[in-house]
């Protein structure tokens, strides 16, 4: 059974760094690209970036090139999603997927991890 | 920038009707690479229709995808109680690589 497991909600101070995580299971990890989208409260769906394990191959969405990183380690079968300084309107509910294949949309999905910004 | 315009925003019907919902985008979308989502509240956004008309594993064949270049639609043949929910289009392949559009929210009448 193929399964995103995403880490748990976080609470931070802005300014503040963070790294949240999605392991993958139940399938070849290193050979389908993992995206990550956000969702802002009471919003909709924002494509932030996508990484192939394989090679580690990045693709990041313009609006969020320079503000986060994305990464992978593929020994643990884990896709990162990373902040340097964080602010108030990073709160949000973030998403990892697995795409299908190539045009396909994302077909398997983590379960969120929240991410609370607030002094 | 492709941007995708959903509509209606809102739509209201009971259950058994059928539901049309409409993705429109700025420019073509590139070999048909748009997909649909179902997202319930609380819950993660579930893949419905990939390649603008080929239906995800395990998804009811009440739901079918149609169109192509700018124009393409999401139909629910005859709505179901748990059909009620809000529904995002997305392509690929153009810039931005993904996109979605806003979202139309289906609510019960």
């Known amino acids: 059974e193929v399964q995103l497991v995403q880490s748990g909600a976080e609470v931070k101070k802005p300014g503040e760094s963070l790294k949240i995580s999605c392991k993958g299971s139940?399938?070849?990890?290193?050979?389908?690209?993992i995206g990550w989208v956000r969702q802002m409260p009471g919003k909709g769906l924002e494509w932030m970036g996508i990484?192939?394990?394989?090679?580690?191959?990045?693709?990041?969405s313009p609006s969020f090139q320079g503000l986060v990183t994305i990464s992978t380690d593929k020994s643990i079968s884990t896709a990162y999603l990373q902040w340097s300084s964080l602010k108030a309107s990073d709160t949000a509910i973030y998403y990892c997927?697995?795409?299908?294949?190539f045009g396909d949309g994302f077909d398997f999905w983590g379960q969120g991890t929240m991410v609370t910004v607030s002094s | 920038e492709i941007v995708l315009t959903q509509s209606p925003g809102t739509l209201s019907l009971s259950p058994g009707e059928r539901a049309t919902l409409s993705c429109r985008a700025s420019?073509?979308?590139?070999?048909?690479?748009l997909a649909w989502y179902q997202q319930r509240p609380g819950q993660a956004p579930r893949l419905l229709i990939y390649?603008?008309?080929s239906r995800a594993t395990g998804i009811p064949d009440r739901f079918s995808g149609s169109g192509s270049g700018t124009d393409f639609t999401l139909t629910i043949s005859r709505l179901e109680p748990e059909d009620f929910a809000v529904y995002y289009c997305?392509?690929?392949?153009?810039?931005?690589?993904?996109?979605f559009g806003q979202g139309t929210k289906l609510e019960i009448k």
């Open positions: 997927a697995r795409r299908r294949g």
């Open positions: 139940g399938y070849r990890f290193n050979t389908f690209w």
């Open positions: 990484i192939y394990p394989g090679d580690s191959d990045t693709r990041y």
């Open positions: 420019q073509s979308v590139s070999s048909g690479y």
């Open positions: 390649g603008a008309s």
């Open positions: 997305q392509q690929y392949g153009g810039s931005p690589l993904y996109t």
